[in-house]
């Protein structure tokens, strides 16, 4: 049995006909100890999906309108208010892309790793576990630290002990989103780094959400792409990162500049990401597709397997042949 | 292979005049200031900055959040005051210059910021944003030579025409940054400031806007001077790069020799932490520890050192000279050969 399974997971924000359905019909599944990339552009949905796992998205306004998000076996959706607390860091922990905003900043940070213990591990909520943790997450001095405020530390550092809070209930699901996209490039690699390290000495799945593809490859053994609240692409992530079938994948790695490539123009894709309630007909990224067919805009195409993974697209596999030339 | 336009008589000046030239500028800010005492810390933000930037240029600053580089734009279009150093552009200094002066001054240097959202007034209209740059510098005679100059701007950033009576909440983030740079345009400028144009766009309309920055380029000669903490991006826009570390310049030359053969040891680890899309890639990563100090304090010796994987005794005592190594090739390292 996965850790994770989602089951055609529908989230909608209003009702009626002006409804917004920002999830539409994903699933997903995450064995333990196991790494997934949730990849997409803001709008995609890959958020309000990481955060329904522990019910996180206020409803209303959002109305779960079918789907099941199975977490080690029980639903999530039909739990009751009391469950849910438990699971809400006891089973799944997040660490958010804000490390400032996320953190309280009137208590110190010792204080605040420690309420994490008090309500998971009352046993063991004391200084020398706050101090274990500081040193697993790698904060340099833990002891001076303990009485810092979140405003002393740097980006990096607080999103470490973010992670601290996060570990200090010991989840088996840990779901980073968007975990370095406010730190810089050096401080990136250390918190993806610190990552992969976790995963292995903790044997603690970890659910990615993120648009840099780039730190993809770096941490996750399968690759989930959204667009427009559905997914398009699924598979594991190093062949489909490698030889990416649906034609957004393909344009998404494409408009990324790469180091030390010459290329005179950057290859991008046309218009913009469409916002939940105005999505198109037929394939979501008709409008937007360099390989569009005339029945693109009719037929909403299903997820389907091809060539060892799931892709949402018919032609998929003739649209690899041809290298489309993209350009604006 | 430039060809640079000589605006004064070779007799006056043999080297072809550089559009912007930044000498030894200096921008420092008064830290833990007491009501009535006296400033007794300064943050060092940017600390002896020279730059110059050739007309049609496109002149890269890289380095991590807190380096000065953000200052350092800002200071060269005089939105912060510098503390010292000269601002040669166009051959006259603007470092001192203020008020009517530099008015008319601003007409020939502009500036792109970061976020869309907050960059633009959110009770103008499109027309309205743009009108005013027009205004200011009276660059529209009358109400259709305006209407006409704002809608050729649109189409030039491409967007629709139509839109010009639209509120900037009416766009997404891709088209707000067009907006910004159709403002930038209006007034003709020779040189744009870019301050991180790219970063808080979605990757499909990253590229779009970095296209459009290089068309803009090439068809009315425009220089930029595009801060970014991506180096991929940065790479793939700029002629030259300077990377700067603490208020400094540590490394600069040009585009690709310093991406591929970086010779300052944070460059190095710069490039080396820049993530990669292809999973076969057997780049050697070279993790930096602890995070940038703090400007007010800066270590002894090598700005650097602390986080220096090949760091010497003479490192920690000794501040290295930012030297040219090779043709066009600078660095501040003791150890850059």
């Given at each position: 049995?996965?850790?994770?399974?989602?089951?055609?997971?529908?989230l909608q924000?209003?009702?009626?006909?002006?409804?917004?359905?920002?999830?539409?019909?994903?699933?997903?599944?995450?064995?333990?100890?196991?790494?997934?990339?949730?990849?997409?552009?803001?709008?995609s949905?890959?958020?309000?999906?990481?955060?329904?796992?522990?019910?996180?998205?206020p409803?209303?306004?959002?109305?779960?309108?079918?789907?099941?998000?199975?977490?080690?076996?029980?639903?999530?959706?039909?739990?009751?208010?009391?469950?849910?607390?438990?699971?809400?860091?006891?089973?799944?922990?997040?660490?958010?892309?804000?490390?400032g905003?996320?953190?309280?900043?009137?208590?110190?940070?010792?204080?605040?790793?420690?309420?994490?213990?008090?309500?998971?591990?009352?046993?063991v909520?004391?200084?020398?576990?706050?101090?274990?943790?500081?040193?697993?997450?790698?904060?340099?001095?833990?002891?001076?630290?303990?009485?810092?405020?979140?405003?002393?530390?740097?980006?990096?550092?607080?999103?470490?002990?973010?992670?601290?809070?996060?570990?200090?209930?010991?989840?088996?699901?840990?779901?980073?989103?968007?975990?370095?996209?406010?730190?810089?490039?050096?401080?990136?690699?250390?918190i993806?780094?610190?990552?992969?390290?976790?995963r292995?000495?903790?044997?603690?799945?970890?659910?990615?959400?993120?648009?840099?593809?780039?730190?993809?490859?770096?941490?996750?053994?399968d690759?989930?792409?959204?667009?427009?609240?559905?997914?398009?692409?699924?598979?594991?992530?190093?062949?489909?990162?490698?030889?990416?079938?649906?034609?957004?994948?393909q344009?998404?790695?494409?408009?990324?500049?790469?180091?030390?490539a010459?290329?005179?123009?950057l290859?991008?894709?046309?218009?913009?990401?469409?916002?939940?309630?105005?999505?198109?007909t037929?394939?979501?990224?008709?409008?937007?597709?360099?390989?569009?067919?005339?029945?693109?805009?009719?037929?909403?195409?299903?997820?389907a397997?091809?060539?060892?993974?799931?892709?949402?697209?018919?032609?998929?596999?003739?649209?690899?042949?041809?290298?489309?030339?993209?350009?604006? | 292979?430039?060809?640079?336009?000589?605006?004064?008589p070779?007799?006056?000046?043999a080297?072809?005049?550089?559009?912007?030239?930044?000498?030894?500028?200096?921008?420092?800010?008064?830290?833990?200031?007491?009501?009535?005492?006296?400033?007794?810390?300064?943050?060092?933000?940017?600390?002896?900055?020279?730059?110059?930037?050739?007309?049609?240029?496109?002149?890269?600053?890289?380095?991590?959040?807190?380096?000065?580089?953000?200052?350092?734009?800002r200071a060269?279009?005089?939105?912060?005051?510098?503390?010292?150093?000269?601002?040669?552009?166009?051959?006259?200094?603007?470092?001192?210059?203020?008020?009517?002066?530099?008015?008319?001054?601003?007409?020939?240097?502009?500036m792109?910021?970061?976020?869309?959202?907050?960059?633009l007034?959110?009770?103008?209209?499109?027309?309205?944003?743009?009108?005013?740059?027009?205004?200011?510098?009276?660059?529209?005679?009358?109400?259709?030579?305006?209407?006409?100059r704002?809608?050729?701007?649109?189409?030039?950033?491409?967007?629709?025409?139509?839109?010009?009576?639209?509120?900037?909440?009416?766009?997404?983030g891709?088209?707000?940054?067009?907006i910004?740079?159709?403002?930038?345009?209006?007034?003709?400028?020779?040189?744009?400031?870019?301050?991180?144009?790219?970063?808080?766009?979605?990757?499909?309309?990253?590229?779009?806007?970095?296209?459009?920055?290089?068309?803009?380029?090439?068809?009315?000669?425009?220089?930029?001077?595009?801060?970014?903490?991506?180096?991929?991006?940065?790479?793939?826009?700029?002629?030259?790069?300077?990377?700067?570390y603490?208020?400094?310049?540590v490394?600069?030359?040009?585009?690709?020799?310093?991406?591929?053969?970086?010779?300052h040891?944070?460059?190095?680890?710069?490039?080396?932490?820049?993530?990669?899309v292809?999973?076969?890639?057997?780049?050697q990563?070279?993790?930096?520890?602890?995070?940038?100090?703090?400007?007010?304090h800066?270590?002894?010796?090598?700005?650097?050192?602390?986080?220096?994987?090949?760091?010497?005794?003479?490192?920690?005592?000794?501040?290295?000279?930012?030297?040219?190594?090779?043709?066009?090739?600078?660095?501040?390292c003791?150890?850059?050969?």
């Amino acid at each position: 049995m996965p850790l994770l399974e989602i089951k055609n997971l529908q989230l909608q924000f209003g009702s009626g006909p002006n409804a917004a359905r920002a999830v539409d019909g994903v699933s997903l599944s995450l064995d333990a100890g196991k790494t997934l990339a949730l990849v997409g552009e803001s709008g995609s949905g890959k958020s309000v999906t990481a955060l329904s796992i522990a019910r996180l998205v206020p409803s209303p306004p959002a109305h779960y309108a079918g789907g099941e998000i199975l977490l080690e076996g029980r639903d999530v959706l039909r739990m009751s208010a009391r469950e849910l607390r438990r699971i809400r860091g006891g089973v799944v922990s997040y660490v958010f892309q804000e490390p400032g905003v996320s953190l309280n900043p009137v208590f110190r940070i010792g204080a605040q790793i420690k309420e994490s213990l008090k309500l998971h591990r009352p046993e063991v909520a004391t200084d020398a576990e706050v101090l274990r943790l500081l040193k697993v997450v790698g904060i340099p001095a833990p002891e001076s630290r303990l009485r810092s405020y979140p405003h002393e530390m740097s980006g990096g550092m607080q999103q470490r002990v973010m992670i601290a809070v996060a570990l200090a209930s010991q989840p088996k699901l840990l779901v980073a989103d968007e975990p370095t996209t406010a730190l810089d490039v050096t401080i990136q690699a250390q918190i993806i780094e610190l990552l992969r390290d976790l995963r292995t000495q903790l044997g603690m799945a970890i659910l990615l959400i993120t648009h840099n593809l780039g730190i993809v490859g770096d941490l996750a053994d399968d690759l989930a792409v959204m667009y427009a609240g559905q997914i398009v692409e699924r598979g594991r992530s190093r062949e489909v990162l490698q030889r990416p079938l649906h034609p957004y994948t393909q344009a998404l790695i494409r408009s990324v500049p790469e180091l030390g490539a010459d290329v005179e123009r950057l290859t991008t894709i046309p218009g913009s990401v469409p916002l939940p309630g105005a999505f198109p007909t037929g394939c979501r990224f008709h409008p937007r597709c360099p390989m569009v067919q005339p029945q693109c805009s009719v037929q909403a195409p299903e997820l389907a397997l091809q060539a060892g993974r799931q892709v949402r697209c018919p032609f998929a596999e003739s649209a690899t042949l041809q290298p489309p030339a993209l350009s604006l | 292979m430039s060809v640079c336009r000589i605006r004064h008589p070779p007799t006056a000046r043999a080297v072809p005049v550089n559009l912007l030239e930044v000498q030894n500028l200096k921008v420092h800010f008064p830290a833990h200031q007491r009501l009535f005492g006296r400033v007794k810390e300064f943050v060092r933000a940017v600390d002896g900055v020279s730059l110059s930037i050739a007309p049609g240029e496109t002149v890269g600053l890289v380095g991590e959040s807190g380096c000065g580089k953000t200052t350092l734009g800002r200071a060269v279009v005089k939105l912060i005051q510098p503390t010292a150093g000269r601002i040669v552009f166009e051959g006259e200094d603007i470092a001192g210059m203020n008020g009517a002066a530099l008015r008319a001054r601003r007409r020939r240097f502009q500036m792109i910021f970061q976020d869309p959202f907050g960059s633009l007034n959110p009770r103008l209209t499109v027309a309205g944003t743009i009108g005013e740059a027009l205004d200011i510098h009276q660059l529209a005679p009358d109400a259709s030579a305006r209407r006409q100059r704002i809608d050729t701007l649109l189409k030039d950033v491409g967007l629709d025409p139509s839109h010009a009576q639209r509120y900037p909440h009416e766009f997404s983030g891709g088209q707000r940054q067009r907006i910004g740079i159709a403002r930038a345009l209006a007034v003709e400028p020779k040189l744009i400031v870019c301050d991180e144009p790219v970063s808080a766009l979605d990757v499909s309309v990253q590229a779009q806007i970095i296209n459009l920055l290089q068309d803009l380029q090439r068809e009315h000669g425009i220089a930029y001077l595009f801060v970014a903490h991506d180096l991929a991006v940065v790479e793939h826009i700029s002629r030259r790069i300077l990377v700067m570390y603490l208020g400094r310049i540590v490394e600069a030359g040009d585009a690709k020799a310093v991406c591929r053969f970086p010779k300052h040891p944070y460059t190095h680890a710069l490039l080396s932490a820049v993530p990669v899309v292809d999973p076969n890639s057997k780049r050697q990563r070279i993790l930096l520890s602890g995070d940038v100090p703090s400007p007010i304090h800066p270590p002894p010796g090598c700005p650097f050192h602390p986080r220096c994987p090949v760091a010497e005794a003479r490192c920690r005592t000794e501040v290295p000279a930012l030297r040219e190594i090779g043709p066009g090739r600078w660095a501040a390292c003791h150890l850059a050969k």
